[in-house]
């Protein structure tokens, strides 16, 4: 039979398809089947296919011993423990036939009576025999900062973190892995794995770690730290240096490594991304931290730079996935941890909240933002050849390095144009005293905005002279080992309409866009109108516009430079209200 699939009419082609025997296997509890799949095009294509009409993939399947004696465990949207759902026709009308299970591990106590107990089977990880020294031994003490969570629910060494014999496979569902995906760019590391979908039992656990992400901590270091500032090029062999307060580019590299398989390990363990956690304080490794700068003597210090333990939140999050509770007892005292996670102020939220962002940090976005600035202004300023290293090609000063350094405060403005036109959202049910909602206060929509504006100001955007005159184009070798060529393609760099001279001019418009393509969405601008008519002295959406304007037509013309970089913002703004006038969606 034909299927038509994006616009192209596809037949399955069976003389071109038949079992991929490498990657079918049998195993004690699961069986795995690959099938290499063609389908021929009957009209139009597919256009990134060698052949376009001539479409061949892979399709796995697994089939999986159905585990027995599993009690499930009811959902709760005020906490981010992961869940499956489906719909049970049975259930009688005046309840809802949707079901809710959390997903998390089979963990029973040795001892029920006990308030801290050994688990009778624990829950053991097998970390991939690729992993380096000293990265093999940071990962395994971020994997097993969890168990300090885990004692909170009353089990005492709940997770175990081995290293892989040499002859498990990783489609072996009896072993949950960990493993180390090498890559020659950054890319994704993943925590999943399987889940019966009729209870939520987590039956086999699967983290990816991606290699190249160290490389990215450390160009963190060699960008923030001034030359001699203790980098330390030659790792140790084993064994993991004290990150308590790291001081070299090793202890930075290593400390990052630790969080970030504590992250990807709590998604396999049940638990989703907590992006409001750094409103209290790191109380999550499921957040997504950016390093935390600090500045010390007019200098950026990152002694603090990643959370170094598990947060008050992923406590409750285990708590509620694996306390025991006698069965007549669970539902309150499942309850009675959401009751604690309110009392400690400890927030999770929608989306659509504010307060949800990626890489920000901090209680106050406004507080955030005039860090954020106050560190950019710094590490522009130390920024250019002094950062490279004796022999080291000047064209490595454009790419990630200066990206990282010009767009330092990305996340801050980012994180504070939601709060524009923004309102709080809350996870509430009946009976609590939280509200569902509440509109951003007025104050704090004028004073965001204010800091918006000062990050679009030409003195804010300039790059200095002899910093740009240093921006030559990176090497790039040919293929086959021809000579060098300047101006490759670096999926880091910014764009630009001058060829291969640095465009100072797109780097303000970025920032720019930044600012003005985002505070100017159909959306915010119809609740900034809606929002007047229910909050007392409310930001409105003509006094944005006229703040915005005033900013950037209504200040004196600078000269040189600075001239170029206003009539940047110019063009950006006057193109974002533009294009918001213009918009279907727009009220």
Not at 126 to 145: C, H, I, N, Q
Not at 461 to 476: D, F, G, N, Q
């Amino acid at each position: 039979d034909a299927e038509l699939i994006a616009g192209t009419t596809w037949r399955f082609d069976p003389a071109r398809s038949a079992i991929y025997l490498p990657r079918t296997k049998g195993f004690p509890k699961n069986s795995e089947v690959e099938v290499t799949a063609t389908y021929e095009a009957l009209s139009g294509g597919a256009r990134t296919a060698p052949e376009a009409r001539v479409l061949t993939g892979r399709l796995h399947y697994s089939f999986v011993e159905p585990p027995a004696g599993y009690k499930p465990r009811e959902a709760d949207p005020r906490i981010g423990v992961q869940s499956i759902r489906f719909v049970d026709y049975s259930l009688p009308p005046s309840s809802t036939n949707a079901v809710e299970w959390i997903r998390r591990h089979r963990l029973e106590k040795k001892n029920p009576n006990a308030a801290l107990s050994e688990p009778k089977q624990p829950i053991v990880y097998y970390l991939d025999a690729a992993v380096p020294e000293p990265t093999r031994s940071a990962m395994k003490d971020g994997f097993l900062w969890w168990n300090k969570a885990f004692e909170a629910a009353g089990f005492k060494n709940a997770l175990e973190i081995r290293d892989a014999p040499a002859d498990m496979d990783p489609m072996d569902v009896r072993y949950n892995q960990i493993y180390w995906v090498d890559r020659d760019e950054r890319g994704y590391s993943t925590g999943g794995g399987l889940t019966d979908p009729r209870t939520g039992e987590i039956l086999a656990a699967r983290v990816r770690l991606e290699s190249d992400r160290v490389r990215t901590v450390s160009r963190y270091w060699q960008t923030y730290e001034p030359p001699g500032g203790g980098n330390d090029d030659n790792f140790a062999d084993s064994g993991i240096p004290a990150y308590a307060t790291p001081e070299t580019e090793q202890q930075l590299v290593l400390l990052r490594q630790a969080l970030l398989t504590a992250h990807e390990t709590g998604h396999t363990l049940g638990f989703d991304h907590n992006w409001n956690s750094s409103m209290n304080d790191r109380a999550s490794v499921m957040e997504y931290p950016s390093p935390r700068l600090k500045i010390v003597n007019g200098k950026i210090d990152l002694t603090d730079a990643y959370q170094k333990q598990i947060g008050a939140y992923d406590i409750m999050t285990v708590r509620y996935a694996y306390t025991e509770f006698p069965p007549a007892q669970e539902k309150t005292g499942l309850d009675n941890i959401i009751k604690d996670m309110r009392k400690q102020g400890l927030i999770y939220t929608p989306a659509t909240d504010p307060r949800w962002n990626r890489y920000d940090d901090g209680p106050d976005p406004a507080e955030y933002m005039r860090q954020a600035a106050a560190q950019r202004k710094i590490l522009l300023a130390n920024y250019g050849p002094a950062i490279l290293k004796d022999g080291e090609p000047y064209g490595n000063l454009r790419g990630i390095r200066l990206w990282m350094t010009y767009l330092h405060h990305r996340w801050s403005i980012d994180s504070g144009v939601r709060y524009i036109g923004g309102m709080y959202t809350n996870f509430a049910v009946k009976g609590e005293s939280i509200p569902p909602t509440e509109i951003v206060p007025a104050a704090k929509q004028r004073e965001i905005l204010g800091l918006l504006l000062d990050d679009v100001d030409p003195a804010s955007l300039a790059i200095p002279e002899p910093l740009l005159a240093s921006l030559t184009v990176a090497v790039e070798r040919g293929p086959g080992g021809g000579g060098p060529r300047g101006g490759g393609p670096d999926q880091e760099n910014m764009e630009s309409s001058t060829g291969y001279a640095f465009d100072h001019l797109a780097a303000a418009r970025t920032i720019a866009g930044l600012v003005f393509d985002q505070l100017f969405q159909p959306e915010t601008a119809a609740r900034l109108i809606g929002f007047a008519d229910r909050q007392p002295n409310a930001l409105t959406l003509p006094e944005t516009i006229d703040a915005c304007a005033k900013k950037v037509f209504g200040a004196p013309a600078p000269a040189g430079m600075l001239r170029s970089l206003q009539r940047q913002t110019q063009r950006v703004f006057i193109d974002a209200v533009i294009t918001l006038g213009a918009s279907p969606t727009a009220t």
